[in-house]
T-cell receptor, first 115, second 114 residues
């Protein structure tokens, strides 16, 4: 079955520390991959996306993600976390299902940043 | 440009009623997608409209329907509301229906079904 897994429900990091959020997908074809961020009471904002080409993708707010086909992963990274990065992060995959294209989201990872 | 706007922002309904939510996309955007977000099921894709036609759909029952007008504004309707329909409903717009196009999300409509 096609699915997206974010194994970490909640992550706490210290401000200034590095961050890696994990995302694994199950899909037979080459997927379109996305990372979104949602701040409390807000809609989603696209951080970055991967369709093809260079497997290391740069996004907004200093985030990057690397697509690893062999591991079916698309992990999000940031070298130095700021307090304003505290939010919930969603990995998403665009898949074909039943003749339709639809976006499947992971369950999200809540990031807490401590001083 | 103004962002995606959704009305109303909050709504309380009772079981069995129906509800209509509205989404105004960013000016010039022709594709509108709808999503449901709940604590239990997470974010789920409902459907996408482009040029007044439903292009893609998720796995929701027929009680959930939508439409898009010639000015690209979209409405989502839920009939015979159930308690489980309580959720944040998000709308997103993009310039066209290609997956490469960035989707811009609105703040959502929070629906509570009693």
């Amino acid at each position: 079955a096609q699915s997206v897994t974010q194994p970490d429900i909640h992550i706490t990091v210290s401000e200034g520390a590095s961050l890696e959020l994990r995302c694994n997908y199950s899909y037979g074809a080459t997927p379109y991959l996305f990372w979104y961020v949602q701040s409390p009471g807000q809609g989603l904002q696209l951080l970055l996306k991967y369709f093809s080409g260079d497997t290391l993708v740069q996004g907004i707010k200093g985030f990057e993600a690397e697509f690893k086909r062999s591991q079916s992963s698309f992990n999000l990274r940031k070298p130095s976390v700021h307090w304003s990065d505290a939010a919930e992060y969603f990995c998403a995959v665009l898949m074909n299902s039943g003749g339709y294209q639809k976006v499947t989201f992971g369950t999200g990872t809540k990031l807490q940043v401590i001083p | 440009k103004a962002g995606v706007t959704q009305t109303p922002r909050y709504l309380i309904k009772t079981r069995g009623q129906q509800v209509t939510l509205s989404c105004s996309p960013i000016s010039g955007h022709r594709s509108v997608s709808w999503y449901q977000q709940t604590p239990g099921q997470g974010l789920q894709f409902l459907f996408e409209y482009f040029s007044e036609t439903q292009r893609n759909k998720g796995n929701f029952p027929g009680r959930f329907s939508g439409r898009q007008f010639s000015n690209s504004r979209s409405e989502m309707n839920v009939s015979t509301l159930e308690l489980g329909d309580s959720a944040l409903y998000l709308c997103a717009s993009s310039s066209d229906s290609r997956p490469q196009e960035t989707q811009y999300f609105g703040p959502g409509t929070r629906l509570l079904v009693l």
